[in-house]
């Protein structure tokens, strides 16, 4: 299967994993949030976070408190024994704000940029979307993305159709993505889509890649193909 990015009228990018290298900043905040609950439930929670890549922050918190909690605080009460759903998302965005701020940016991303003249780029994220836009103003990042820079509360699914309908999205489009979520969100949408893996926390995407039939790169620099090795499905397994 190859792949040429010049090909494209709108490049879709997911953040953590695919623009920012802060996927390990964001578990390690969900990790710290939920911690005053005991290890077992910040690590309960923390695995539902890797296994849901690409989902909400609000999302993952709810389903802490109403899944979670039960099992490993039976009977506590959020805001009285711990704390509750708001203040969670407080500790987790305070946790994550110096990282977004320093974390390592893709290499290779102004050469796409310029090799894409004709492109429409947008982040289409989980993250915040407040929080998204002011990380990337302040670190120079905001102006590649011409079509704009969306997180939640609204789901990639609710994101994708809008600026679709809206024309923002326009076809041929192609969603750069490091977990399951992406993939199944750029196919509902009708967009292809390539497998970011360099800094995915998806254990087994080599095989998810390739029963999929989906390309992959190590990292966005890779999509220029006179500046990267061409894109390949790996090996299963």
């Known amino acids: 299967m190859t792949l040429n ?9 997911d953040c953590d ?13 969900f990790r710290s949030a939920a911690l005053p609950w005991g290890t077992a439930a910040a690590q309960a929670l923390v695995d539902h976070h890797i296994g849901h890549g ?45 990282g977004l701020l320093s974390c390592a940016v893709a290499e290779g991303l102004e050469a796409l940029r310029e090799a894409t003249p004709g492109a429409r780029w947008l982040i289409v994220s989980g993250g915040a979307q407040d929080e998204l836009r002011a990380v990337f103003a302040a670190r120079g990042l905001d102006a ?9 509360p609204d789901d990639k ?3 994708l159709a809008r600026e679709l309908t809206t024309g ?6 192609l969603f750069l993505g490091d977990s399951r979520y992406d993939l199944e969100a750029a196919r509902r949408a009708g967009l292809d889509f390539v497998f970011v893996s360099g800094w995915t926390e998806v254990r087994d995407w080599p095989v998810l890649v390739a029963q999929a039939g989906v390309d992959h790169v190590t990292a966005v620099a890779d999509l220029l193909r006179d500046r990267g ?5 790996p090996p299963a397994g």
Do not use: M, W
């Open 144 to 152: 590649h993305f011409d079509g704009g820079i969306f997180g939640s």
């Open 54 to 98: 690409g989902v909400s922050r609000f999302a993952k918190f709810r389903h802490f408190i109403d899944c979670i909690l039960p099992c490993h605080a039976p009977g506590a009460v959020p805001g009285r024994d711990g704390p509750d759903l708001e203040a969670l998302l407080e500790a987790y965005a305070a946790a994550v704000r110096d």
């Open 5 to 13: 990015i010049r090909n494209y009228t709108t490049l879709v990018f």
């Open 229 to 233: 090795e061409a894109t390949e499905p």
């Open 168 to 173: 923002c999205i326009r076809q041929p489009a």
């Open 17 to 29: 994993g695919v623009v920012l290298d802060s996927n390990r900043i964001k578990t390690e905040a």
């Open 157 to 159: 699914d609710r994101i």
